[in-house]
């Protein structure tokens, strides 16, 4: 399989970068709102709270995408941006699915991996001969196009122009 082009890659982690994003967010309003509560009870406990809400709060984050990106990416081999893009996370051996934990750690560790350097490890798949990142290569997977025959809305919507979408 091909490939995925750059911007593909691109326009899919920002995609599931806003679903995940608005669950940090509504994590985080609850946790503000609990800081809040505690906050007017103690204001003295401030530094341990800190602490605290700090931890409280990246632990969940950090499992949501591992499971987020596990579950997505071992079951059907996209996440929902990449399901909007026709892409999809394949191994590089041919016909071997990616493990619940690989794709988990690949969306967490690997991910941060990526970024942590100015988000160089992402802007490597725009330079690299085969298109991978530092995640990718890291855990051995390959970000490929959706052949037409794979995708969902294919009998849906036929490539002829003059042939009409198929009732259900």
């Not at 940090?24 to 800190?50: K, Q």
């Not at 969306?107 to 992402?122: C, E, M, R």
């Not at 802007?123 to 025959?149: L, R």
Request: charge should be positive; hydrophobic fraction near 50%.
């Amino acid at each position: 399989m091909a490939p995925a082009h750059f911007l593909a890659r691109l326009m899919a982690w920002l995609f599931d970068g806003l679903i995940t994003g608005f669950l940090a967010l509504v994590l985080a309003l609850a946790t503000a709102s609990l800081v809040g509560i505690i906050l007017s009870l103690d204001p003295g406990i401030f530094n341990l709270l800190a602490l605290i809400v700090g931890v409280v709060t990246a632990a969940p984050l950090l499992l949501l995408n591992f499971f987020y990106y596990g579950y997505f990416w071992s079951t059907s081999g996209a996440s929902l941006g990449m399901k909007a893009f026709d892409i999809k996370v394949v191994r590089r051996k041919p016909g071997e699915r990616i493990s619940f934990w690989r794709a988990g750690l690949r969306g967490t560790l690997g991910y941060w991996i990526s970024a942590i350097p100015l988000y160089l490890g992402y802007i490597w798949a725009g330079f690299d001969g085969n298109c991978e990142s530092w995640h990718d290569k890291i855990f051995d997977t390959q970000v490929v196009k959706v052949p037409w025959e794979e995708q969902p809305l294919r009998d849906r919507y036929p490539v002829s122009s003059r042939s009409k979408p198929v009732e259900q």
